[in-house]
């Protein structure tokens, strides 16, 4: 990120309880309202994701599950980076996903990174050049979007 952008990680997902439509309200679980609250004050969200077993990791899922009756997603500049093996089906559901929650997200704003450890260094930092170019890209539109 560019000199100006401030960005913090969130660090809450084990924490947020099983979706339960019943206790969906405006007085939720704290995680939950400590997600939504987070969610708010960002002017955008930058999503980045592993693929399992042909899916969506079940705690991310279950997390935007809590974000549909808030709206939180609602027009808010949103980036998906699916990192993984294959990653393909995560990806993919992912966009529908958005799409239903109503997050702003372009074609440029998402990009999927097939066998992602073969493109890294050994601490874990993107090494290869071509997936860098392209992680700086995505960087750059979702500025724009912002
Ligand atoms: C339980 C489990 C299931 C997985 N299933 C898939 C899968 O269906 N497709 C895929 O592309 N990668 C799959 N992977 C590999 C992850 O995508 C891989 O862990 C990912 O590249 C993240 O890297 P990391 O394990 O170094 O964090 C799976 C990994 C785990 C732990």
Redesign the pocket.
Known sequence: MPVGINYTTYDGLREVPAFDPGIDNDNPPSPVSDLRKQLSRADGIIICT??????VPGALKNALDWTVSSGSFSGKPTALIT?????E??HEAMVKILGAIDAKLTPETTLLI?F??SKMDSS?IIADPETLQKLQSLADSFINLV
Do not use: D, I, L, W
């Open positions: 592993p693929e399992y077993a042909f899916g990192a993984s093996t294959g990653g089906n995560a097939q992602v450890r874990g």
